[in-house]
């Protein structure tokens, strides 16, 4: 018997080149699945049944964040209007030298409030003290894939404790939490120190979740130094035989690119965080030429301010028509494939996520339409690119269970988080002279 049912909702769908809503319907939520979707009100509801009363709401999949540092939100503000090395090394790694696992906790849960509260249902961590965030996701009820970031420095046995991080929360509540290993990125680890990564996680079972040429930079100074691209040298140290999501890689070559093609990796995309660096922009239909999937990530808060993905998918199409100079390149239906497909893909969870079917996990998330911003409906699926807000977010549904409805988090006591963010804030903005937990090469 269904545990939840949706009641009257209209649902996004896109296949290639379309895009359309399917009006009136009925979501039948079993366990943490969708059972089934039939014509609003056509099937008799059972007693015992949890009913949202969605009439009016557009129901698309929870929206999903392929990269984050979501603790990161405790220095949002921090280090605006700064070069990339100076944001590393005079403002975030200092202030993170600073942290405290508790701190951890109560920079997630406010990022994951932030991000429920704007219908993100699944997000593809990458930070320090991972125990506490996957306390957090527990806590929250968000799905997140979850990887301990490391650095070549901090040796040997700092990896195997993040390995242990694995063992210990590797499908935890209620299979929500899948955890990988995080190798900082190519230039803060060595080619001996991805190796020994690649073969961990292959004894594990698990995928790699890394920073990948960010910069043309960064490109720049690891043929120098290795002469190899920063994505050849994932495939040289077996980084690539396993799953794998590749924060940013926004400077591959053609070389680059084919050896991508085929592997189980994808893209993560933050066009927000690269408009505001200045770092410029990827054309992503050379990625999607290559066969390559891309999803939607926001990064920190500390670079990019929000948490938000529905901001990520409007500056994404913005973004690809003006590298274009040309407005039919990114339309609609293909936004939304990599809104929902693509991210799902990335997340190596593309038979799970990203369609609201029967047969998917419960990942819902309900929006408003009765905006005056979104108002004629004539087209819902352009409203949810080039319209629709965050603050448009009603319900929102992860693994069958309510985390917000009518615009209130059920999970999570956002009063409370601002009162423990508040109170750490003096400490941990303070930078220590000679106090960094890394060394940005310039
Ligand atoms: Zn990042």
């Not at 939490?177 to 680890?189: E, N, R, S």
């Not at 990520?312 to 809104?339: F, W």
């Not at 038979?351 to 609201?356: K, P, Q």
């Not at 109170?423 to 220590?432: D, E, F, I, P, T």
């Amino acid at each position: 018997m269904p545990d939840l049912l949706i009641h009257d909702c209209d649902i996004l769908r896109n296949e290639g080149d379309r895009a359309w809503v399917d009006l009136h319907q009925d979501i039948w939520v079993d366990g943490v699945r969708i059972k089934d979707i039939q014509p609003a009100s056509s099937m008799p509801s059972p007693g015992n049944l949890r009913i949202v009363e969605a009439g009016g709401r557009l129901a698309i999949p929870g929206l999903m964040n392929t990269h984050a540092h979501v603790p990161m939100t405790l220095f949002r503000g921090l280090a605006e209007d700064v070069s990339v090395e100076a944001w590393f090394n005079d403002y975030i790694w200092p202030v993170e030298s600073n942290l405290t696992p508790e701190d951890v906790y109560w920079g997630a849960l406010l990022g994951m409030a932030e991000m429920i509260e704007a219908g993100v249902t699944c997000v593809a961590d990458h930070y320090f003290a991972m125990d506490q965030v996957a306390q957090a996701a527990a806590d929250a009820g968000m799905r997140a894939l979850l990887a301990w970031a490391v650095f070549a420095h901090e040796g040997e046995a700092k990896l195997e404790q993040t390995c242990k991080f694995v063992q210990r929360w590797q499908g935890k509540a209620d299979g929500r939490i899948t955890a990988w290993l995080g190798p900082h990125a190519p230039y803060t680890t060595t080619p001996d120190f991805l190796r020994l990564c690649a073969r961990r996680a292959q004894e594990l079972g698990v995928g790699i979740h890394t920073h990948v040429s960010e910069t043309a930079e960064q490109v720049r100074l690891s043929l120098e130094q290795y002469g190899v691209t920063p994505v050849r040298m994932l495939l040289d140290t077996g980084i690539l035989e396993r799953p794998a999501i590749l924060a940013h890689c926004a400077y591959p070559s053609d070389a680059d690119l084919e050896i991508l093609h085929g592997k189980r990796a994808g893209v993560a995309h933050a066009p927000k965080t690269y408009l505001k660096l200045g770092s410029g922009i990827p054309d992503l239909r050379r990625y999607l030429n290559a066969g390559i999937p891309v999803g939607l990530a926001t990064d920190g808060a500390a670079s990019s301010n929000t948490l938000d993905i529905l901001e990520q998918l409007r500056m994404m199409v913005l973004s690809q028509k003006n590298l274009a100079g040309d407005s039919t390149v990114m339309p609609v239906a293909k936004a939304l494939g990599i809104a929902f497909q693509g991210s799902a893909q990335v997340l190596q969870m593309g038979s799970d996520l990203g369609e609201v079917t029967p047969g998917r996990l419960a990942d819902i998330t309900l929006i408003r339409q009765d905006g005056a911003h979104v108002f004629p409906r004539i087209n819902p699926a352009a409203n949810l690119i080039y319209s629709s807000r965050a603050a448009d977010v009603d319900t929102v549904i992860c693994n069958g269970q309510v985390l917000l409805e009518n615009g209130q988090l059920l999970t999570i006591d956002k009063a409370q988080v601002k009162r423990e963010v508040s109170r750490r804030l003096a400490r941990l903005s303070q930078r220590v002279p000679g106090n960094r937990i890394a060394i940005y090469p310039a």
